[in-house]
Nanobody, 117 residues
Framework: QVQLVESGGGLVQAGGSLRLSCAAS????????IGWYRQAPGKQRELVAA???????NYADSVKGRFTISRDNAKNTVYLQMNSLKPEDTAVYYC???????????WGQGTQVTVSS
């Protein structure tokens, strides 16, 4: 079992920054990758950024150069630094942990990010 708790969402003006945190607990040793996804009203959930247990990262084209995913292994926490935010970044952001041996995903409860123009 893995538990994920997101924090750091909020309201920010366009051009501003936010940092999201995803704290993992439980069987964190089994996690192969942690990703941040987002879902805007009326749209499908999409991958924003992910980081593997080996440290490799990948980003959606829409956030490359603006968002940075990182992790603190000592705190079992993954961060998403979001800079130069745009109104189209407005969404609920979810943390996801993928367990390859189980082919299973764990999800956090989500945190709202709202970017005003």
């Amino acid at each position: 079992q893995v538990q994920l708790v997101e924090s750091g969402g909020g309201l920010v003006q366009a051009g501003g920054s936010l940092r999201l945190s995803c704290a993992a607990s439980g069987s964190t040793f089994s996690i192969n990758a942690i990703g941040w996804y987002r879902q805007a009203p009326g749209k499908q959930r999409e991958l924003v950024a992910a980081i593997s247990s080996g440290g490799s990262t990948n980003y959606a084209d829409s956030v490359k150069g603006r968002f940075t995913i990182s992790r603190d292994n000592a705190k079992n926490t993954v961060y998403l630094q979001m800079n130069s935010l745009k109104p189209e970044d407005t969404a609920v952001y979810y943390c996801n942990a993928y367990i390859a041996t189980m082919q299973y995903d764990y999800w956090g409860q989500g945190t709202q990010v709202t970017v005003s123009s």
